[in-house]
């Protein structure tokens, strides 16, 4: 997950990003609201088209793997991102992850307090000779071994049928 957001703050995020701290009331909480509402008057769903109905009405809906491109963001950040235990700081005991841009680069730091700025000093997680521009070059999708594609195939028959 860090990785992937030092990604879009270098690299996707407007200049003009603005961090909200706390609970805010922004346009998705006016609309998770509104699909909650309507939820709770429906007795049984029975379908999970139903579900898509239903935010349809107030939200676009996107479909992964055809609106949205699903890519392997753990295996690439791993390959550019230090191990979490040779981070500068320690990451259980860190109740904020604070991005901000560097030059070339974002920089994380770890706070264990809420409202303190003075824990730690912002740093790359990059390893060695690693810059974040090379995880551009991703994977589309994530590869499913047959294994599992067997076991998923067993359920459904199971559930559905052989048709």
Known sequence: MVGMLNYWLQYEAPPNIELVVGYSYIPPDHVFGQIEKRYNKIP?????KEYIDIIKEFAKVYKIGNDV???DWRSEAQKVLKQQ???HFKFQPSKRI???????IPLVR???FYRNDIFCIPKSLCKRGKF???MSRLQHGVPIDNDKKRNITK????HNGKE
């Open 110 to 112: 770890g706070e264990p």
């Open 69 to 71: 491109v699903v890519k």
């Open 85 to 87: 235990g040779f981070w």
């Open 98 to 104: 604070v991005l901000s841009k560097g030059k070339n």
């Open 132 to 134: 974040l521009f090379q």
């Open 155 to 158: 359920l459904l028959e199971k």
């Open 44 to 48: 049984e769903v029975v379908h999970p």
